[in-house]
C-alpha cells in the first residue's frame, strides 16, 4: 500500500520538525553569541529578533580586545559590562593549546594504532582474542579510575600540565577506539593483496606501508577526524591534569565565576569551538557509524 | 668456506625471531607499552590508594587494610551517588534508544532532502560535552533561560522553584543535555541497521497482510537486535561514568542531589582525600566491568 500525498507530507512535516528541535541549542547559542549583554540576560522573556547584533563577544574571545576597551567604546553601558572580575577571557591561547594537543595525540594515536590493527588483521597468535578484548576493556575504562594515579604519576615525570602529558592521555584513550576502527579497515582488504605483494619480493614492512596502507586511506583519515574530535572535546582528563595549559571545553568551564556567568563570552568560544567539529564530521559521513560502534557495524 | 662464514656471519647478526616483521612483537609492543604504562600501572596504583590513608600528621599514606572500602560500603552519600547514576543511566539509555528507533524510522527513506536531515542529526554529537552542559543551563538558567520561560509559561514548573534548584527537576536538567547529546547516536546507529536490513522478508510480510506495527515489532526489532545491543553497550557505559554535564549543570546540586559515582570521586579527589577518591573511583570501574560483561554474555555481542 503506498502512502498517500497526504501522508508523506506530513512524515516530511514530522521529520522537519523533529530535526528543528535537536537544532534549536545550537542555534540558540550562535545567536546568544552576536547578542549584546543586556539582550542575553532579558528576563521578560526569550530574545529572538530585534538586538543589535554584535561581534564583541568574539572580539574578546578571539581576538583578545580587552572588555575595558570594549565598555568605553559604549560609554554609558560600561559600568554594568567591566563587572565581572579579572579572569582572562582572551581565548587564543586555549584554541592553540586544544588544537596542538588535538592534532598531537592524533599522530600519536595513528602510528600505534596501525601497526597494531594491520598485525591484529593479518597475524594469528595464540591470545589474540585476549589481546584485543584488553584493548577493548581500555574503551570501557571510567577516565576518573585513572585519572588520580596519573595526576602523581605525570608530578613525578614533570608531565603535568605539559602538552606531552595530555596528548599522551589522550591518545591513550583513543587507542582502542582507533585500533578496532582501523583493524575493521585492514579487514575490508583482501588478504590475498599482501600474498601477492610478499610473492613479488615486498618484505612485511613494505607491504604494509606501501601497499596495504595506501589502500585503506579513506579508513585512516576517518579514524584521524573521529580521534581529533575525541581530544578536541575531551574534559575530564584535561580539567584533572592541567592548570595552566587550559583546552577550550575547561577554559570555557572558568567563564562561570561565582560573581558571573559570562554568557556573551561562554558562547562566543564554545560557537567557535563547535565550528571545526560541524565540518570535521561532515566529512566523515560515510563512516561515521563504524566508528560510534569501534568497527562493528559496518554501513 | 668463505660463503660458509658469511652466512654464520649473517645468522649471528640476524635479528631474535620475535624482532621480524612476521612475529606479531614489532607491531605490537608499542601500544602495549603504552597502555600498561598509562593504563594498568595507574589502576594498580588506585588499586593501591584504595588500601591506603592519609596521615594528616606526617603527611604519608599509611596502610590502612579496608578501611576505605569498608567506610564507602558505609557512606550513603556513596549509595545516593550509586543510585542516582543507576537511574540516570537507565531512564537516558531507555529515552535514547526509544526516541533513536522512532527517530531513525522516521528519517529511513531515500526521499529527497531527507540526506540532509541525517547529516544534521549527526551535529549534536560532536559539541563539546562540556559546551552541551554549558548549552542547556544557559536554556535552564532561572531568570532568563528560553526553556524555563517556556515551561513557566505552561505552568508545568512556578518560576519560584527554578529548574535546577530542585532535585528532581535538576537531574532531568543534566538528563535532558544527554538525551540531546546523545539520541543522534541511538539514530545513526538505527539508521545503519535498518540499511543493512535484507529486503525479502519485508516483502513477504507486506503480500502476508502484516500491519506496519506487527511487521516493526515481529521482523525489524528482532533483525536489528545485534546492532541495538552494541549501542546499548557503548552508550550504556558511557552514561554509567558521567561526569561532564553534572559538573558544568548542577555541580551536584542542589545539595547531593544530583552527585553520580564519577562525580563524587572527583568531588573527595579536589578535597585531597586521594586514597577514598581512588576507592569510588573503582567502584564506578567494578560496576562497570560487573554490568557490562553480563551484558556481553546475555546478549552475545561481538566486536
Redesign the interface.
Known sequence: MEPSRAQMIARDLLAVLVVAIFMFPIAWWALSSIKPYSAIFDRSGPVYTGFKPTPDNYRVTLLGVSRVEIGMEQGGEAAGVIKGGANSYDSRQSLLDSAIIAVGSTALTLLLATLAAYCLSRMHFSGQQSFLFWILSQRFMPPIAIVIPIVFMFRDLGLRDTYTGLILVHSLINLPLAVLLLKSFFDDVPREVDEAALIDGATRWQTFARVVLPMVKGGVAATAVLCFIFSWTEFLLSLFLTTSIRTVPVKISTFVTSTATEWGYITALGTSAIIPSFIFILLVQRHLVRGLTLGSLKE | MSTATFTRKRSGWALPRFM???H?F???A??TV??LV??I???A??VW?SFHKRNVVSRQLDFAGFHQWARAFSDTRMWHALETTLIYTFIALAVQLALGIL?AL??D?D?K??GI?R??????????????G??????QDG??G?LS?YVYALNLISPAQPILTQPVTALLAILLADI?QW???MV??I???L??LPKEPFEAAAIDGANGIQTFLRLTLPMLRK?IA??VL?RG?DL??I??YV??ITAGGPGTATETL?FY??RI?FTGD?PY??TL??I??VV??GV?NLFVKLFK???
Open positions: 621480524t616483521a612476521e606479531p614489532p607491531w605490537l608499542p601500544i603504552m597502555l598509562f593504563g600501572y595507574p589502576l596504583y588506585s590508594l527517530i522516521l528519517l527513506t526521499r532532502g531527507y536531515l547529516a544534521l542529526m549527526t551535529l549534536p554529537l560532536v559539541v563539546p560535552p562540556a559546551v552541551t554549558m548549552m542547556f543551563l544557559l536554556m531568570s532568563f528560553v520561560f540531546w539520541t543522534p547516536f545513526l546507529i539508521l545503519a541497521g540499511r543493512a546492532v552494541v549501542a557503548i557505559v554509567f561514568r561526569y561532564d559538573y558544568i564519577s570521586a572527583g579527589y586521594f577518591a581512588a573511583s573503582l564506578v570501574l562497570l566491568i557490562s555481542v561481538r566486536f
